[in-house]
């Protein structure tokens, strides 16, 4: 024992505030206790909804018994399943011009989103949102690349800080640096650049040479259109193809496949460079025996049976439509108590953001007494999870946070 201590030479790290609070949540015997902590859907009566087209889905695979299910796949992942995710990413529908464009982006099978960001990241400097993703920071880190932030949240008007995200990249980064942008649903603000912006930005890393990493983790959830949540990466990758860019894809939200672990990483060539393609795939691969050998095949099966199928891929469409609606509502309904309640502050902000989480403003204290008092956990940074929320705990949680605002002090 004392020479794995040694040979560890550990010191203590502090646990993720994200999955701490889930498992402080699992054991609160409290009856009336609300997750708003981590990211996944919840029914209206709190419960997991595993997709009705994935049980399908995993029904239609067991009549199948494939011989090969449980094979090994090739080192890039299963390979029909690649082809298509980035076609759900990038958007080909047989347009003119396909098949040059398929053939600048190279795909490879990934541990789900986080796999993929952490497959990806690569020297030199990464400039990260200020705030992004907490895990974020930690794959960069633990991949030992430097890492900068650029302004991203305007806190006095809860807004997306457009001028200082621009300006700052504008006079610091660097050419070669990675910009990591959220193609959508921007976690952990709900904020996201609109189109305008997006254009922007874009000729912003054309003209400065910036590398745009997109990490796409909820396509179709965040809208219900898989093309509206798609827009800026094949705004990208459509409209700058001289520069070279990433796409960090996860299914664990908009299939609901969130112990699956499925993902995909692709790399896009510029134009000028198609041959670099295979050399960019065989340096991934190379990456990828060395530390896993293979993405797992299971949920990756699920996800080519949905969408090589037109029955199931209009079930699922359907499916991302009561996911994204039901959480919109609950903006609603959560604003709406708020409102009623006159509770001090602003609170349009619930309603104007995107996807599953909310930015509420709550402060760290406000968040500590949240849940000592309420039994509702959210992260100190006042991130709160909408899909925790439900038309039978909504007017509760309003209650509690009117509460721990009139009585701070
Ligand atoms: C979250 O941000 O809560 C989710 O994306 C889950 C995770 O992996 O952190």
Redesign the pocket.
Known sequence: MSKIDTRLNVSPVPP?E??ALNGAYAVDPHPQKVSL????YRTDDGKPWPLPVVQKAEKELVVDDDLFRHEYTAIEGDVPFLGIARDLMFGFEGKQGEEEAKARIGSVQTVA??GANHLGALPPTVWLSNPS???HQTIWELAGVPRKTYPYYHAATRSFDFEGMMSSLESEAQEGDVVLLHACAH??TGLDPNKEQWVAIADLCERKKLFPFFDS?YQGFASGSVEEDAWAVRYFFNNKPDMEMCVAQSF??NFGL?GQRVGAFHYCTNRASTTLRDVVVNNLCHLIRGEFSMGPRVGCSIVKKVLTNEELTADWHQDLQVMSSRIKTMRKALYNELVRLQTPGTWEHIIQQNG??SYTGLTPKQVYALKDKYHIYL?KSG?A?ISGLSQKNVAYVAQAIDDVIRNEN
């Open positions: 993720d994200i999955f902590g981590v990211g996944v989103g986080t993703w907490a895990n976690n952990p983790a664990s939200k969130y599953m989480f992260l991130r999870s």
